[in-house]
């Protein structure tokens, strides 16, 4: 570890309680999305850079859905690193149960902070902001330039967040791009999967529930039909070059950070049957059947070579058809890009163990950056609780991820 370093490590030791209670107070800062408001999170972010006079802007495409953006150039031209984080957070259902306040508490108990957003992902986006600050203050000494976005609008994948600001502001494009989500401390995401959405309808007839001959049943179909989309799952889907191998490696990594079986699904294709409608009445035959179903595509897999397997299947079924509701193609990048060997340094220096890389199963703005081609990776807590009650961060893994994007994003714009 150089001096330097070692100074802003030594700094954010001595910063503890004031990072601490910008965290604390910014799970406070309630936002869920839907509707995603994000006024009061947002509001607090530029207060925050405000008082250290850091620059930044607020682009606000819809008034309610604020961006808090910042760039600074440092002293010698170099590589440009964007550091992003979403201020939204999922909604809180009121039958959660929580330990420690409710959630919007913000609590600090047991030497975690517990709430809404806590690990998903004000902690990252905390340590995003935190960056920009530290690095701010030793841009003297450094190449390039650092860009700050903070959005909104992640958490329904909405048009106003990163996707409005990498569409119709390139100066937030960059060379890399360094992100907090939850990914858990043991692992760097280079990729994720893509979500497919497709809603199905079957049509028949219908009838008097006692009048089986005079009808087929919408709802018996819907059933035969759900078994057969399942097997889609079954899809034989290699990841393309070294990210096979890569996973292979990592499996361990990937059960530990998303749980036992993770590393089994990684690179298939999974269906989940997130709705089914159905029928009035007990006695009679339903006309039509809904199934929503929520296909998550691999690395590699786009959406035609699975919905050729749904029309394939649809072949047997004249009563139904469908329409794409959503869809996302996955994303990935260089698993064995520079930023993933200075995280591990990082981290084995702070930590004493490697993050290994792997890929996510859900979805985050990053995907945003590596459809175009800016390499972008994903180092934050782990993901407990996340979207329940009890959602939380130890203090010391809070702590661990700043440090762990200060001294990362120091790395790569002093090289
Ligand atoms: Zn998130």
Not at 291 to 305: H, K, M, N, S, T
Request: charged share 20%; hydrophobic share 35%; net charge negative.
């Amino acid at each position: 570890m150089d001096d330097t370093k070692q100074a802003l490590l030594d700094r954010i030791e001595a910063d503890r309680d004031m990072l601490l209670d910008f965290y604390t107070k910014f799970v406070q800062a309630k936002c869920p999305n839907p509707p995603g408001d994000t006024r009061e999170a947002a509001a607090h972010v530029s207060a925050f850079l405000e008082a250290r006079s850091l620059p930044y802007r607020i682009i606000d495409p819809h008034p309610e859905f604020p961006n808090v953006v910042g760039t600074f150039e440092c002293a010698q031209p170099g590589r440009h690193l964007v550091l992003n984080g979403h201020i939204d957070v999922f909604p809180a259902g009121e039958h959660e149960t929580w330990s420690h306040g409710g959630p919007w508490s913000g609590a600090v108990a047991d030497g975690k902070v517990w709430g809404r957003g806590s690990a998903d992902m004000k902690c990252g986006t905390s340590a995003s902001i935190f960056t920009f600050m530290y690095l701010h203050g030793l841009r003297d000494r450094l190449n390039g330039r650092l860009t700050l976005t903070a959005v909104s609008d992640e958490e329904t994948f909405g048009p106003w967040g990163a996707r409005y600001l990498v569409d119709n502001h390139p100066e937030v494009h960059g060379d890399c791009c360094l992100n907090g989500e939850p990914s858990s401390p043991y692992s760097i995401r280079f990729g994720e999967k893509g979500p497919l959405w497709v809603e199905f309808k079957v049509k028949t007839q219908g009838a008097h529930g006692a009048y089986t001959h005079a009808t087929e049943s919408a709802s018996r179909i819907g059933a035969r039909l759900i078994a057969d989309l399942v097997r889609i799952e079954e899809m034989d889907t290699p990841a393309p070059g070294n990210v096979g191998p890569l996973l292979e490696r990592s499996a361990e990594t990937t059960d530990r950070a998303l749980g036992a079986g993770a590393s089994e699904i990684i690179q298939k294709v999974t269906v989940n049957i997130g709705v089914v409608r159905a029928g009035l009445k007990v006695n009679m035959i339903p006309s039509e059947c809904v199934i929503e179903a929520d296909f998550r595509l691999p690395i590699g897999v786009d959406q035609d070579r699975v919905l050729a397997e749904v029309d394939r299947i649809l072949h047997d079924y004249p009563q139904a058809g469908y329409t794409v509701v959503n869809h996302a193609p996955p994303a990935w990048c260089d698993p064995e890009h520079e930023m993933i060997g200075i995280i591990q340094a990082n981290v084995k220096a702070l930590r004493g163990f490697e993050p290994q890389p792997t890929s996510s199963l859900g979805g985050t703005d990053t995907r945003l950056w590596r459809y175009i081609d800016v390499p972008a990776y994903v180092y934050g807590p782990f993901p407990t609780g996340m979207g329940t009650g009890n959602e939380h961060v130890p203090i010391d893994d809070f702590l661990h991820v700043v440090k762990t994007h200060v001294l990362s994003a120091y790395d790569y714009l002093s090289r």
